[in-house]
Nanobody, 127 residues
Framework: QGQLVESGGGSVQAGGSLRLSCAVSRHIYSSDYMGWFRQAPGREREGVAA???????SYADDVKGRFTISKDDAMNTLYLQMNSLKPEDTAMYYCAADRRYHQPLFNCANVPHYNDRGQGTQVTVSS
């Protein structure tokens, strides 16, 4: 069993919503930073959102106001609520985690470089 396991992906029409979940092992959940990144075919990995243990949150510009990252400490689960989805949001979405000493700068752009990551969940948005 993986230490980060994503779920909640699927196919929706533009304007729809999805909620991604990432079940995280207790050890990994204690990481300083957790976040989501995505990768579409033929494109670079892109950090989407990040959250720190002390409450800092960072979003990529093109998802601000549409996506919300959150976590449930009792359930060791990371979430990504995605609203007003667009076809360009289509990608494989991954959750990831890392320690502060690996990533001194907190910014969602760094999420693709986090040390621990899951296997991904596919999100497809049709027009």
């Amino acid at each position: 069993q993986g230490q980060l396991v994503e779920s909640g992906g699927g196919s929706v029409q533009a304007g729809g919503s999805l909620r991604l979940s990432c079940a995280v092992s207790r050890h990994i959940y204690s990481s300083d930073y957790m976040g989501w990144f995505r990768q579409a075919p033929g494109r670079e990995r892109e950090g989407v959102a990040a959250i720190s243990t002390d409450g800092w949150i960072s979003y990529a510009d093109d998802v601000k106001g549409r996506f919300t990252i959150s976590k449930d400490d009792a359930m060791n689960t990371l979430y990504l609520q995605m609203n007003s989805l667009k076809p360009e949001d289509t990608a494989m979405y991954y959750c990831a985690a890392d320690r502060r000493y690996h990533q001194p700068l907190f910014n969602c752009a760094n999420v693709p470089h986090y040390n621990d990551r899951g296997q991904g969940t596919q999100v497809t948005v049709s027009s």
